[in-house]
């Protein structure tokens, strides 16, 4: 059975940092895409940040690129987003997946076919 959990979330101040894990079990991911995904209360879940083939492809939405580093260790099946110079627009869930299909790096959340259950993101301004 493939279970995702995240960890890491939590409540920092504005221009503080975060760093999520995602830890997966159930098969081996590392030939896969994994990827973040966020959720603000009445908002569609969207594309924050994806990497395949240890790190060689990563992608990242144009709101958090130079902010957040999306990382993995394949040997722990584990990926990592490093959230730097938090807003409070960043507030959300935050949820890791993982697409087996063949796309380098999906930003459509149709493409991903396991998720977690997401972790909490709070930024105050």
């Known amino acids: 059975q493939v279970q995702l959990v995240e960890s890491g979330g939590g409540l920092v101040q504005a221009g503080g940092s975060l760093r999520l894990s995602c830890a997966a079990s159930?098969?081996?991911?590392?030939?896969?895409?994994m990827g973040w995904f966020r959720q603000a209360p009445g908002k569609e879940r969207e594309f924050v940040a994806g990497?395949?083939?240890?790190?060689?492809?990563?992608a990242y939405a144009d709101s958090v690129k130079g902010r957040f580093t999306i990382s993995r260790d394949n040997a722990n099946n584990t990926v990592y987003l490093q959230m730097n110079s938090l807003k409070p627009e960043d507030t959300a869930v935050y949820y890791c997946?993982?697409?087996?299909?063949?796309?380098?790096?999906?930003?459509?959340?149709?493409?991903?076919?396991?998720w977690g259950q997401g972790t909490q993101v709070t930024v105050s301004s």
């Open positions: 997946a993982v697409s087996v299909g063949g796309a380098l790096v999906p930003r459509d959340k149709v493409r991903y076919d396991y």
């Open positions: 159930g098969r081996t991911f590392s030939r896969f895409a």
């Open positions: 990497i395949r083939w240890a790190g060689l492809i990563t």
